[in-house]
């Protein structure tokens, strides 16, 4: 072999280490044993391990499985999204109380635990959720999952599999579950208050012509984009089912109306949609309007609600698509109130109930005998304090509707509906200018407002707000309730003492949310529970289960620990040793095995003597408080059961313990 020169040694060294370092930060930079999937049209992502596989269903539906097999696969996580009914679209996902109807479900389940139910109210979405344990006719399956609403939809994923399979597959399923979030915009949303208002202008026409002769219409809508008025409009002939005063534009664009009937009797809101050229009624009722009066006028806020008045201005009504509500702002007209009042009130006066709004909350009403303008603080519900003659109006009757909207320019215009004219009135000069000639009862729009923020759900908590944990007492073997059981509680904001259980086993608990709090359960013939509980924010549910002292079961010391290579206790140890005593205080048949171990630092032989001599610690601890020596035995193991790794020290120090075994006495 020729010799190789030292310079060239060197720079071969030099390059391998290169190599080396290289090939070891490109294995540091690898991707994790994970693989992403998103869906941008649904707007979401999540990660799923290597090793398990997609099964692809009717879209945006899908399944992650482990193993080859799906119709065998020992763990599926399935992922489903939905519409929300029509019903539910609007209405806040968290008032309905799905931590209620999901913990009824659960709890019906044949042998049921529920480990987790809890819900959240992110703003931009809200979730539920869970994980629960039952029995069916296969064996014992656990189940965890999360339900997500957002923009009208209802997103599930869940996985399941038998309890069998938890070592192999759970933590897998439960990072998957977990992983989910939304990603971008991903499908439009369905509710209310996120829809975008158009600049589409829309009228009642009062008449039509039918064989040459002019009748009453009052159900054909007329359609211009934005303030156009002088283009010839697009006809909706003879859409809404009934002659109609009234019109209103949502900001789903949709128009909303309601018969001009003096029926003196609830009246449902009928819904329009110009781009579909369908309708349907609504859910929403009108209180009755009083005898001799008519629905006169609608219009519509920036908050996107809807508002309806009588003839006589004495019922002013507020539908909230947003949160699917009816409620009467007034019952008493409030220019009543204004010191000008008599001039435009007298008997037989024309109406003034026809009306619009303006971004600022302020309604314009118009007097129908001269066009003269009156406006009321929809807030404070106080008149203005002038009247506002208009120059430029013919002099006869019939103002039938006030408009305001915005242009292309950005600037807000005032429409008026006048005897047989649209106009437009300057209001700082208080001058109006003809736009275009037609007879029309009610005028809708709404391009003046933008949908403000969706109101936070009254359902959501704050990090600081109160919430409440609902959960069992139960038999950990059977899963049967214990209504007998002792539960105590507290913690910040909550008194001490006991609860109350139901005959179910039942408790419901308040506190305040992200606070820790204390619980305890006892029943005879049990191992109590005591455990220190954070409420989330937001409603919650979790089970609590006991224990029976049954010959063999093993209860768990985990504050029970010493120093490293002694039988000498840390200081921690003491409430678990005592939690221990009163057990075998108020249980005087128990007897008990202590089994000392130790981590596998050392000689095997000594870690054996040195958790005897650990075991002989804590039995003298508790003969020195009263137990009687001979209902506790002991045995030590030495490193031979580790609870943890011992690669390091965090997790050694958990494997130097002593274990309880129930030897009988129950």
């Known amino acids: 072999m020729l010799p190789i020169p030292d310079g060239l040694l060197t720079r071969l060294i030099t390059l391998l280490l290169a190599l080396l370092a290289a090939g070891l930060r490109a294995q540091a930079q690898a991707p994790a044993e994970w693989q992403s999937f998103t869906d941008a049209r649904t707007g979401y992502q999540l990660a799923y391990p290597h ?101 009208g939809y209802e997103f599930q994923l869940e996985y399941r599999a038998a309890t069998a399979h938890d070592a192999a597959t759970l933590a897998a399923g439960r990072q998957l579950v977990a992983s989910f979030a939304f990603a971008g915009p ?23 012509a039918h064989d040459g002769i002019w009748e009453d ?45 003096p029926t003196d009797q609830p009246e ?47 019922l002013l009504v507020r539908v909230s698509p947003a949160t699917d509500s009816v409620v009467t702002v007034w019952e008493t007209d409030p220019l009543r109130q204004a010191a000008y009042y008599p001039a435009i009130g007298f008997a037989k006066a024309g109406t003034h109930a026809n009306f619009g709004l303006d971004e600022t909350g302020k309604l314009y009403d118009v007097y129908s005998t001269d066009g003269t303008l009156l406006t009321v603080d929809l807030a404070s519900q106080r008149p203005g304090p002038e009247l506002l003659p208009l120059t430029g109006l013919p002099e006869q009757g019939g103002y039938s509707d006030v408009l305001l909207e915005q242009d292309g320019a950005g600037r807000r215009r005032l429409l008026l509906a006048g005897p047989k004219s649209i106009f437009e009135v300057d209001l700082e000069h208080r001058q109006a200018t003809r736009l275009r000639r037609g007879v029309y009862t009610d005028l809708a729009g709404c391009s003046l407002f933008r949908p403000a923020a969706a109101a936070p759900s009254v359902a959501a908590e704050t990090a600081t707000g109160t919430t ?31 609860r109350t259980l139901t005959a179910a086993g039942e408790f419901l608990l308040a506190g305040q949310a992200g606070q820790a709090y204390q619980v305890q359960a006892q029943l005879d013939g049990y191992v109590p529970a005591d455990t220190a509980y954070r409420l989330p924010a937001g409603p919650s549910g979790q ?42 205080t108020t249980t005087p048949q128990l007897t008990i095995e202590l089994r000392g171990h130790t981590d596998n630092q050392g000689d095997p032989q000594l870690n054996v003597q040195l958790s005897e001599q650990r075991v002989a610690v804590v039995k003298a601890y508790l003969v020195s408080h009263g137990v009687a020596p001979e209902r506790i035995t002991g045995r030590g193991l030495g490193g031979a059961e580790p609870r943890a790794s011992n690669d390091q020290e965090a997790t050694r120090r958990l494997n130097r313990r002593v274990e309880v075994r129930v030897t009988g006495g129950r």
């Open 51 to 151: 090793g398990w596989l997609v099964h692809e269903e009717v879209a945006p539906a899908m399944s992650f499985y482990a193993g080859n097999d799906w119709e065998a696969a020992p763990a599926v996580v399935g992922f489903t999204v939905q519409p929300l009914p029509a019903g539910r679209v609007n209405r806040p996902p968290l008032a309905a109380g799905p931590v209620d109807s999901l913990w009824q479900a659960l709890t019906a389940l044949p042998q049921a635990q529920v480990l987790r139910l809890e819900q959240h109210d992110a703003g931009a979405f809200q979730e539920v959720r869970y994980e629960y344990t039952f029995a069916d006719s296969a064996g014992r399956r656990r189940v965890l999952g999360r339900r997500l609403w957002r923009g």
């Open 186 to 208: 991903g499908l439009p949303s369905r509710r209310y208050a996120d829809q975008r208002c158009d600049d589409k202008i829309y009228g009642i026409a009062a008449l039509r």
């Open 217 to 261: 219409d009052c159900r054909t809508l007329h359609e211009w984009s934005g303030l156009d008025l002088a283009a010839a409009p697009r006809v909706h002939r003879r859409v809404l089912p009934f002659q109609s005063y009234a019109l209103a534009k949502g900001f789903d664009n949709c128009l909303y109306s309601v018969t001009k009937s």
């Open 268 to 314: 449902r809101v009928y819904r329009y949609n110009p781009a579909t050229r369908r309708g349907e009624y609504t859910g929403w009722e009108l209180p009755a309007q009083g005898p001799g009066n008519v629905w006169i006028s609608a219009a519509t806020d920036r908050r996107g609600d809807l508002y309806f008045q009588t003839s006589d201005a004495h």
């Open 468 to 498: 409440t944990w609902l959960g069992r007492v139960l038999d950990a073997v059977t899963l049967r309730p214990l209504p007998q059981a002792r539960l105590q509680f507290s913690g910040p904001g909550a008194p001490a003492g006991s």
């Open 543 to 584: 089970d609590i289960v006991l224990r029976p002292l049954n010959p063999g079961t093993t209860l768990r010391l985990d504050n029970v620990q010493f120093e490293q290579g002694r039988a000498v206790l840390l200081p921690s140890s003491t409430p678990d040793l005592d939690r221990l005593l009163t057990l075998l």
